[in-house]
């Protein structure tokens, strides 16, 4: 569709496209809470950009046909656009939440690290480092 004249009836064909996508990207995002593996972010995370370079390019071929066709929108794309908002913000709460849960994990494991530094600074303090013979008590 790139390489040809966008059409009055193309308008409906992006507006769908897009939807798929935002419905893509509202799969991964909700996939990320139950990938433990940090391995299988980088796929995830993959995809999601592959997901956002489409809706760029979406985004310009929907700029190109605005110029083209000045019209309004049918019912059908009505609705479809109503059903991008609603997605839109599904999107948004799940990263946000997904943001809030990494920001916890990561303040739990800052914690935990620093009560390991501190048990290893305090065993190192115990070491006896002078040298000579122990004494034994009986």
């Known amino acids: 569709m790139a390489n040809e004249t966008l059409h ?15 419905r893509a990207l509202l799969e991964l995002s909700q996939r990320q809470f139950a990938e433990k593996e940090t391995r299988e972010w980088d796929w995830l995370l993959e995809r999601k950009q592959e ?9 310009e071929l929907e ?6 066709h000045a019209l309004e929108f049918s019912p059908e794309e009505l609705q479809i656009v109503e059903n991008l908002e609603s997605l839109l913000k599904r999107i948004r709460e799940s990263e946000e939440a997904f943001e809030t849960n990494m920001n916890h994990e990561k303040q739990l494991l800052s914690k935990e690290m620093n009560q390991l530094r501190q048990q290893v600074n305090y065993s190192a303090g ?12 009986f």
């Open 8 to 22: 009055q009836s193309d308008r409906l064909a992006l507006l769908q496209r897009r939807e798929e996508l935002f």
């Open 51 to 59: 997901c956002i370079d489409e809706l760029v390019q979406l985004d």
């Open 63 to 68: 700029n190109q046909w605005t110029e083209l």
């Open 126 to 137: 115990m070491k006896n480092t002078a040298p000579g013979r122990t004494k034994k008590v």
